[in-house]
């Protein structure tokens, strides 16, 4: 038992002392104040000096949260937007700051995952509607992949409509046509030397920005090979990308390459976790180092470096949603519709200088401007290599307002002793119309076009085949005056006797060739020996429709016709009068048309081809004033004693 009592004791002892030492410590820590932590406070100073330099290199549109954007927000600036925001750096959750990268005039951006992640989905619309939203007008040029369908751009479908930004391409064989055209962009074609010193600065003053939400399921190794070629060569060119998926998931040889899963060369990888995100590889260059060591993102212009790069920021990011609906539509509204005023085109654009009416000759050919390319006036000629064009669009698409720019052009350079007119319309409520007495509006007006000959206005077919009648008569008129003169040649013949060059316009001509009757017969027959003969003796056509396709007279003998007529002209919804494989004309929209010098012939989707311009026209009947101006004018200055043109319509007793 004494034992036992000692052991009591001592833990009596021992819990008084605990009892002693738990009130002593209390009493300390109730006047106790801990010092404050000083990585936390060194934590909230630095997300405040981030906020602060994000905020002066994402001003604007490039930094703010999209759902916060006030409603009067101004689109544009006067720079590039070379920083842009992708989502929020959240080390704490009281010190955020936004996650700003280096893009355009550095690098490009790539994503571990493409677009059918959401959270990709809404970080690339994010980012596409900051660039479009501050570019300066018409500095950003966006060509888009999304395999998955298309679907991330719908929202920016207006873009598209206006002209302003191609519909994405969905296919392998798209992606490689884009890939030509930015290949196409970093090495032009034409060396350098050789390049219009004006064109290089403008040029430069743009960039492509190359976004592929999605690559296609099918992609080979030489298309992700091109990928990181461009990737290289494109910053010091004004070409960037915006990759999502990338690397690609090794499932094939070609995308298990160690080229293919390495990253992509001047790029900042984001990779995804769940729920957040990791930046990394941020490219610099090394005059862009600071003395202390630490490297900072390239402002100058000099090219980026691919080995100073940053190895990342080890704090979660959230990606940046979709931007709201209704900001997207707007932004894009807004967009089309300075886009379409910039590059609106007046009559007078295609016009020469008042001052220089009638002071051109026919002899070697006739020329006029069709359009415009940017500020590049596209003109089409009459010649012996061009004796003749295809003018195709559908209804509403413009065909009859591209006519009369054509035809003014021509009037207005070649006087009536240059130039004579067969115009012929199978249609009702045709342009045409306007060339002839008392048809110009709702008042009385005795002004016509002085070149024109004969006006076919909702005419018939016995019409149209009397006019081709006439001209083939002409040209065996011509033939015997050639064999007289000893000449071969228009421009030949030119130098000894005054001949104009005679152009007949024909709208809707399958009317003329339709069913299998006399009529139809012998107008084809008219066609191809006009075609066929026309540029030796100068006579011209333009031949305009809908369509071409399904004309029964031409199932055998298409080529025999068409193929005399190089120039194609396609407008909204005229896409065959251009070889099958050519769907330059596919996404047109109006006041726009394809020029084609090479019988509808294309080539690689995306490239640049010499021999073919896409063009805006005017549509002339926007300034009233100015074409009721230019027809008293053009009559006014005519030979007083000329003949009104021959007026045939449907009632017309007797044919030209």
């Not at 519709?337 to 009559?347: D, K, M, N």
């Not at 209804?395 to 006087?415: E, P």
Request: proline letters at 10%.
């Amino acid at each position: 038992m004494p034992g036992l009592n000692a052991r009591i004791d001592q833990a009596a002892s021992l819990h008084r002392h605990a009892s002693a030492v738990a009130q002593a410590a209390a009493s300390a820590l109730d006047t106790y104040l801990p010092p404050p932590r000083t990585d936390l406070a060194e934590q909230q100073a630095l997300a405040q000096r981030l906020r602060d330099a994000a905020a002066r290199l994402t001003p604007g549109w490039l930094g703010v949260a999209l759902d916060e954007v006030p409603a009067g927000t101004p689109l544009g600036d006067q720079r590039r937007p070379e920083f842009v925001r992708v989502g929020t750096a959240a080390p704490q959750e009281d010190a955020q700051f936004p996650a700003v990268l280096p893009l355009l005039g550095t690098g490009h951006l790539t994503f571990s995952a493409d677009s059918r992640d959401p959270r990709v989905a809404g970080v690339l619309r994010a980012v596409l509607l900051r660039l479009l939203a501050t570019a300066p007008s018409g500095t950003l040029v966006v060509r888009a992949v999304d395999a998955v369908g298309g679907a991330l751009f719908a929202p920016f479908g207006v873009l598209a409509d206006a002209g302003l930004m191609p519909p994405p391409v969905t296919d392998r064989a798209g992606l490689q046509a884009v890939l030509a055209e930015a290949e196409h962009w970093v090495r032009p074609s034409r060396p350098e030397a050789q390049r219009r010193p004006t064109a290089r600065p403008r040029r430069r003053d743009c960039t492509m920005l190359l976004l592929i939400a999605a690559l296609p399921s099918d992609v080979q190794g030489a298309e992700l090979t091109r990928i990181t070629s461009l990737a290289q060569a494109g910053p010091a060119t004004g070409l960037h990308l915006i990759v999502a998926g990338w690397p690609p998931p090794p499932l094939t040889p070609d995308t298990s390459l160690p080229s293919a899963q390495a990253p992509l060369p001047m790029s900042t990888q984001i990779a995804l976790r769940n729920p957040y995100a990791l930046l990394g590889g941020v490219p610099f260059t090394q005059q862009a180092a600071r003395a202390d060591g630490v490297p900072a993102a390239r402002t100058g212009a000099e090219g980026p470096s691919p080995t100073a790069t940053w190895p990342g920021l080890s704090v979660p990011v959230r990606l940046d949603p979709d931007p709201p609906a209704e900001l997207v539509a707007r932004v894009c509204r807004e967009l089309a519709e300075r886009y379409a005023l910039s590059g609106q085109v007046h009559l007078m654009d295609l016009l020469p200088d008042p001052d220089h009416w009638w002071a051109e000759s026919s002899a070697a050919g006739l020329s006029t401007t069709a359009g415009l390319a940017g500020d590049t006036p596209i003109s089409l000629v009459f010649a012996d290599l061009t004796p003749h064009w295809l003018v195709g669009g559908r209804s509403g698409g413009g065909k009859s307002a591209f006519l009369v720019n054509v035809l003014y052009g021509l009037c207005t350079r070649y006087d009536p002793d240059e130039l004579a007119l067969y115009l012929l319309d199978f249609k009702a409520g045709g342009a045409f119309g306007r060339f002839v007495p008392g048809m110009a509006g709702p008042e009385p007006d005795p002004a016509w076009l002085p070149h024109a000959r004969v006006v076919g206005m909702d005419c018939d077919r016995e019409h149209g085949l009397a006019v081709l009648r006439e001209l083939d008569e002409e040209l065996r008129r011509r033939e015997e005056l050639w064999e007289e003169l000893g000449v071969k040649r228009f421009a030949q013949a030119r130098e000894q006797r005054p001949l104009p060059r005679l152009v007949c316009v024909i709208d809707e001509f399958p009317v003329l060739l339709a069913g299998s009757d006399p009529v139809a017969a012998e107008s084809l027959g008219l066609l191809e020996s006009i075609g066929r003969r026309g540029r030796t003796y100068g006579v011209h056509l333009i031949l305009c429709s809908q369509t071409v396709r399904g004309i029964e007279a031409l199932h055998v003998r298409r080529d025999s016709l068409f193929g005399q007529v190089p120039v194609r002209i396609a407008l909204p919804g005229g896409g065959d009068v251009l070889e099958a494989t050519n769907d330059a004309a596919a996404t047109l929209p109006l006041g726009c048309a394809v020029v084609n010098t090479a019988g509808g012939l294309g080539g690689p989707r995306g490239a640049t081809r010499g021999h073919e311009k896409t063009v805006r026209f005017p549509d002339p009947d926007a300034d009233a004033q100015v074409l009721a101006a230019l027809r008293q004018r053009l009559w006014q200055a005519r030979d007083p004693s000329s003949d009104p043109p021959v007026v045939l319509t449907a009632l017309t007793q007797e044919p030209a």
